[in-house]
């Protein structure tokens, strides 16, 4: 079999601390399942500006697009916070996304029975949760032309963005979100904000074609984005997959991570179009971000890092058996009460990222 090319962007903050942690299962999937990848590491962010004077270079980029994964660790900082739009360490990732065609983001939410307490929710509104968001990630809001910020003639300024999406650009969303919603309970909710915005009056007539030509055994709903947001903290598991446009999709996430217990314990896969072996460039990172409190503290919580690199097996390589054993080592390192000080609860131990990496490590070691 031909080595697994994964690139590893560490990027800034905590993203450094637990891709360390990731490594130290890439070294045991080797020693222990040999399972050999291809390492290569490189800069995103404000720790490439500071080496390239951009947050994501050329070489790094064509990097991405030759490796069969990528694994990104967080970008940002207040360090960088001064620059100039174009060079802020977002664009980074903005960038490799919209380069690499990542249009397809899965940000499954599941509550762990270990951590139902953890959340600010009670615990009987989250126990069993197991959601999967799924997040257009190359146009919508954040990608729209025109946009900008300009000076009107008689002195006032204006800002602007442009929300837009084209019917390919719905219809190849939809038709990831339909897939996903047959591999699970066959439910798909849309979310929207069609009472007001005629870009998402398109997306959900296109929603509905879709529904009716090809995925007639999946029941769509539709919801305004609001609304979705009230739900999703009053009776989240109602949901089963909810696809969206990029910026409400951003923010749901963020919703739904809470629901967990913590954003610490988010995976995602940004996936792109099938080639015609069916392989998809795909990128896999964390949802939250470079936490620049914590950073350097060795206080992070590695699991949504850990996770992710799960999903990369389970996506990009197929390797469905290792992505559970990690997620069964994660789950059996929680229940024996370790915690990072994010998820943390009274009468466990309170444990650094370095710590809970070496635990999951050793629990790997148990299972197999
Ligand atoms: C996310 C993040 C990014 C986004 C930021 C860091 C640009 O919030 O991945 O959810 O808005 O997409
Ligand atoms: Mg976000």
């Not at 809470?258 to 610490?264: A, E, K």
């Not at 024996?336 to 994010?342: F, Q, S």
Request: glycine residues 8%.
């Amino acid at each position: 079999m031909a080595a697994k090319k994964l690139l590893i962007l560490p990027g800034d903050g905590i993203g450094v601390e637990v891709m360390v942690q990731v490594r130290r299962i890439i070294e045991w999937m080797a020693k222990r399942r040999n399972v050999a990848f291809d390492l290569s590491e490189g800069l995103i962010g404000g720790s490439a500006y500071d080496v390239h004077g951009t947050p994501l270079a050329d070489e790094t980029l064509a990097d991405a697009m030759a490796a069969d994964a990528v694994l990104l660790g967080a970008v940002g900082g207040p360090k960088w916070d001064n620059l100039p739009f174009q060079d802020k360490p977002e664009r980074g990732l903005l960038k490799i996304r919209k380069e690499m065609g990542l249009f397809a983001n899965l940000r499954p939410a599941t509550v762990l029975d270990a951590l139902a307490d953890a959340s600010t929710l009670k615990a009987e509104v989250v126990t069993g949760l197991d959601i999967m968001i799924l997040r257009e990630l190359t146009g919508g809001l954040y990608f729209g032309e025109p946009r900008g910020i300009e000076t009107l003639p008689n002195g006032d300024r204006k800002g602007f963005n442009t929300l837009v999406y084209t019917t390919p650009e719905i219809v190849r969303i939809g038709r990831v979100a339909f897939d996903l919603a047959r591999k699970r309970s066959k439910r798909l909710c849309s979310v929207d904000k069609a009472n007001v915005l005629e870009c998402t009056v398109l997306w959900r007539e296109e929603m509905i074609k879709l529904q009716q030509t090809e995925y007639p055994d999946v029941e769509l709903t539709h919801m305004y984005v609001d609304n979705a947001a009230m739900q999703l903290v009053r009776n989240p598991k109602q949901f089963d997959v909810m696809v969206t446009e990029n910026m409400f999709g951003d923010i749901l996430s963020d919703c739904a991570a809470m629901l967990t217990g913590s954003l610490g314990m988010l995976p995602s896969a940004s996936l792109g179009a099938a080639d015609a072996d069916g392989k998809r460039r795909a990128l896999y990172e964390p949802v939250h971000g470079s936490a620049p409190d914590i950073a350097g503290k060795d206080m992070a919580n590695p699991l949504a890092t850990i996770m992710s690199f799960a999903m990369c097996l389970r996506y990009s390589f197929n390797m469905d058996e290792d992505a559970e054993l990690i997620e069964a080592a994660v789950k059996n390192v929680l229940k024996g009460g370790l915690r990072t000080g994010d998820i943390m609860q009274p009468g466990k131990a309170k444990v650094s990222t370095t710590v809970m990496g070496e635990a999951i490590v050793r629990e790997l070691d148990k299972l197999k």
